[in-house]
């Protein structure tokens, strides 16, 4: 019985992996119920003003006081870094067509959740070309289990997605292949909006 010690340390060791696992699941349903008001407000807020401008948002510290803000053009793309109360934040919405009040708005919420990043992202399914809300919210707003640091990732799509019977996402009905994105796995949480953990916020 010598190897007694290892096989009961290899026995905490899968029932910590075990329970981090259901611990995220069991967390990600719930964090998303708790803001569910808030996260569909900051979806719908951006596509609206996505489809008129492009653009992504992004906060570069922990204290969520500055934002990276990166606009394409069709030709080039722009990236400013602000202060979120400084003048030339304002000057630039203005200057690029974006709603100074909604963007405001934008900002506070994301700020109020934890959302470090928000984009767009295009993806195909059945050779036709479509688009999702990507949003990721730094761990300090979840605390999950045995992590280091990690990042809750959100994504919202517009027609409800696929998933098999682990609900996990899928390409589409036809082709039962895993969808990855970023090399992630995403699961589901309701119809049309998926999850994962991930270590890369983008």
Not at 78 to 98: C, W
Not at 108 to 116: F, L, V, Y
Request: proline share 2%; aromatic share 14%.
């Amino acid at each position: 019985m010598r190897n007694r010690p290892h096989y009961i340390i290899w026995i905490v060791c899968m029932s910590a992996l075990l329970f981090s696992c259901a611990s995220r699941k069991t967390f990600s349903t719930r964090y998303y119920e708790e803001n569910e008001k808030t996260l569909t407000e900051i979806e719908h807020s951006y596509r609206s003003i996505y489809e008129k401008k492009h653009f992504s948002l992004a906060f570069t510290d922990r204290s969520f006081n500055y934002i990276s803000l990166e606009i394409l053009t069709d030709s080039i793309k722009y990236i400013y870094e602000f202060e979120i109360k400084e003048a030339r934040l304002k000057d630039t919405l203005v200057k690029y067509g974006l709603p100074v009040v909604r963007m405001d708005s934008l900002i506070s919420q994301m700020r109020s959740i934890h959302c470090i990043w928000i984009n767009n992202l295009d993806y195909y399914s059945n050779n036709q070309r479509h688009s999702l809300v990507f949003m990721s919210i730094r761990q300090v707003a979840i605390h999950l289990p045995f992590t280091n640091e990690k990042y809750y990732i959100l994504t919202f799509y517009s027609q409800p997605q696929y998933f098999d019977s682990e609900g996990r996402l899928l390409n589409s009905r036809r082709v039962r292949k895993l969808r990855k994105i970023n090399d992630d796995i995403f699961r589901r949480i309701n119809d049309k909006v998926a999850y994962t953990v991930s270590e890369r916020f983008r």
